[in-house]
């Protein structure tokens, strides 16, 4: 029997139970408003180590051994590792990997890949190929920052539409268990959406369209109403990407108007100069792996539908002229 | 029917570009206007009191602008490896770009950059990333002109 | 002091003009374009004979900005020419331009051995 329904979205037939999740987040976000939410805040951007790149890979390392840790788990007891993060050839998961020693799947979409980890990992436990799988993403602001734009100490003026890349990495554990929660109990795989826009200091804008596409799948394919969920949040939409969102739910015809919010809007305060928002994998994963799940634990939050997103560009397609082509992937979380 | 759905998707294109239009704010010109104008003029200025003392210990004009030039480029410098000048950036925008020390600054922040990926295809071979356009669009030029001022003065 | 205020208001004026530029032609001007802008409209003017004169007026305040640095280059190259010709097209600009960018690649590479990128 299929497990799929309508033309994006898979139930999970047994839901896989999130047994476990750890986040580590750079200085910034910790001093942001959810700083005692996350099981460690570094004290700066190296991390003991030599390149911020070697930084952000031990971040992902020490989130996933954090996570496994509290069920007193072994690295070798884990059976898959699905990880990605924003460089090229995603070296922050895949020397991660290469100290973990778990059987290893490296994952690429941009801000979207912790939503997108956790619906293939999911896949996967529910598949019964595995009981035991981690999924696990992390960005770097100055990792991110030199790829993607200028060098860090050059004079740029920063855009009211800029966004700043969160220094943080989550994991997540799944296992095949009976009893306990929060589980994830369904997904919708998004399409890349282009609506042409190619400002890379308005990512926000370009991904917003992407994030309501799936929404809107989501529910269509399910027939829920879209208050089924306590809180929907998105990835990184940042301000600018959020206010067009809810402009775009209303002409989508999303109604009842759910209850929505992005965090990369609350990873900060209005304090922290980061403009629109934060961006990153880690924004996503660092709210879900650190205030998110801590609430769905303490049952204040029963049902969340996580819509990360990307933006699927490179420096090079930008200078080709490309324009920004987006996906949004949704996980369904539920206490049940 | 193709160009049907070619012209559906512009117009939807269109309409989003026009949302996005209202929603996104709008960068606050007057004061970045006010702020580049100052720490630009005041970068001249600074440039300008160089050159004024180093004619008044006998250099002479073309001299005294190179020694002006190149003590900016040392304070730019200097500046950016104490992380200072990219603070002044966020706030001066253009006033610290366009002088001669936002030229220095992108030299060396390129250079800082990629230390970590050593000195010879790191530091040494990134050193004009941003900058080296710069140079080859100044050069170019100026040469296009010498041309035609011998085609011209024969 | 007379020099100093003009230096002040003109210096002033061309990053004001580079500020509007980068606020109201959306979306992607970078401080690379502008640089680039800059010096090619810098070395340009100069050609047409029309920097100069604002050299004159403004010192300082024509000169630090990176259209100055276009100026020297297409000057140098101008002078060189009516003495060496053809060569002198060649050699003049860098010539004239020598002390700055010798300068901006030594300090650059000190810089990078002395500091590391704040984090």
């Known amino acids: 029997m299929s497990k799929k329904q309508g033309r994006q979205t898979i139930v999970f037939a047994s839901p896989p139970l999130i047994s476990s999740w750890a986040s580590l987040v750079g200085p910034k976000e910790g001093e942001g408003p959810w700083g005692e939410d996350f099981d460690q805040v570094l004290h700066d951007y190296l991390y003991d180590e030599q390149t911020w790149e070697k930084a952000e890979s031990k971040m992902l390392k020490e989130a996933v051994k954090q996570a496994i840790s509290k069920r007193y788990y072994q690295p070798s007891e884990i059976e898959l590792l699905i990880s990605g993060d924003l460089l090229n050839q995603i070296v922050s998961a895949n020397y991660a990997a290469r100290e973990l020693s778990i059987p290893f799947l490296g994952m690429y979409g941009a801000c979207s890949t912790m939503a997108e980890s956790m619906l293939t990992a999911a896949m996967a436990v529910d598949g019964g190929f595995f009981s035991c799988v981690v999924a696990a993403v992390s960005s770097h602001h100055y990792t991110a920052e030199r790829q993607f734009r200028t060098p860090t100490e050059q004079g740029v003026q920063k855009s009211a539409t800029s966004q700043w890349t969160a220094t943080a990495a989550g994991a997540v554990l ?98 922290q100069d980061v403009n629109s928002g934060g961006s990153g994998c880690g924004s996503s994963a660092a709210m879900l792996c650190g205030p998110i799940l801590k609430k769905m634990s303490e049952g204040r939050i029963n049902r969340l539908l996580l819509v990360a997103t990307g933006a699927l560009m490179s420096p090079t397609t930008s200078f080709q002229g490309e324009t920004i082509p987006s996906i949004a992937h949704a996980v369904a979380l539920e206490n049940i | ?67 002006a030039s190149v003590i900016l480029i040392f304070l730019a410098a200097l500046f950016t490896g104490l992380g200072l000048y990219d603070e002044l950036g966020k706030y001066a925008g253009a006033g610290s770009i366009v002088p001669i020390t936002g030229f220095a600054n992108a030299i060396v922040a390129s250079a800082m950059e990629f230390k ?27 040469v296009f002109i010498g041309l035609l001022n011998i085609l011209f003065t024969k | 002091m007379n020099s100093l205020l003009l230096a002040f208001l003109v210096g002033g004026a061309f990053c004001l003009i580079g500020q509007l530029i980068m606020d109201l032609t959306k979306p992607g001007i970078t401080p690379g374009h502008i640089l680039v802008g800059y010096i090619s409209m810098g070395a340009i003017l100069s050609g047409m004979g029309l920097y100069q004169p604002l050299v004159d007026f403004a010192g300082a305040g024509a000169t630090v900005p990176l259209s100055g640095f276009g100026h020297l280059l297409t000057q140098g190259t101008i002078t060189a020419v009516q003495q060496r010709g053809l060569l002198g097209a060649l050699s003049g600009g860098v010539e004239a331009a020598a002390a700055g960018i010798t300068a901006a690649i030594v300090f650059g590479y000190l810089a990078a051995v002395l500091f590391n990128p704040r984090s």
């Open chain 2, 116 to 142: 970590r990926e050593g000195y010879i295809f790191g530091v040494g071979a990134r050193i004009f990333s941003v900058a080296g356009p710069t140079l080859v669009f100044g050069f170019t030029i100026a």
């Open chain 2, 1 to 67: 029917m193709d160009s049907l759905s070619e012209r559906l998707k512009q117009a939807e294109i269109d309409e989003y570009n026009q949302l996005i239009k209202k929603i996104e704010p709008k960068p606050p010109v007057i004061k970045n206007c006010i702020w580049a104008f100052i720490v630009g003029g005041l970068i001249c200025v600074f440039g300008q009191l160089i050159i004024n003392f180093l004619m008044s210990n006998g250099w002479n004009q073309t001299d005294a602008g190179s020694g």
């Open chain 1, 174 to 271: 799944l296992e095949a268990v009976p009893g306990g929660n929060p589980r994830i109990t369904s997904a919708t795989i998004g399409q890349v959406i282009d609506m042409g826009q190619s400002d890379a200091a308005n990512m926000g804008s370009a991904m917003a369209p992407a994030a309501v596409k799936t929404i809107k799948a989501h529910f269509d394919d399910l027939n829920r109403s879209p208050d089924y969920y306590d809180l929907i949040v998105t990835g990184d939409l940042g301000k600018v990407g959020m206010a067009l969102a809810q402009e775009l739910f209303i002409r989508e015809g999303l109604l009842p108007q759910p209850n929505y919010s992005d965090c990369g809007v609350l990873l900060y305060n209005d304090r």
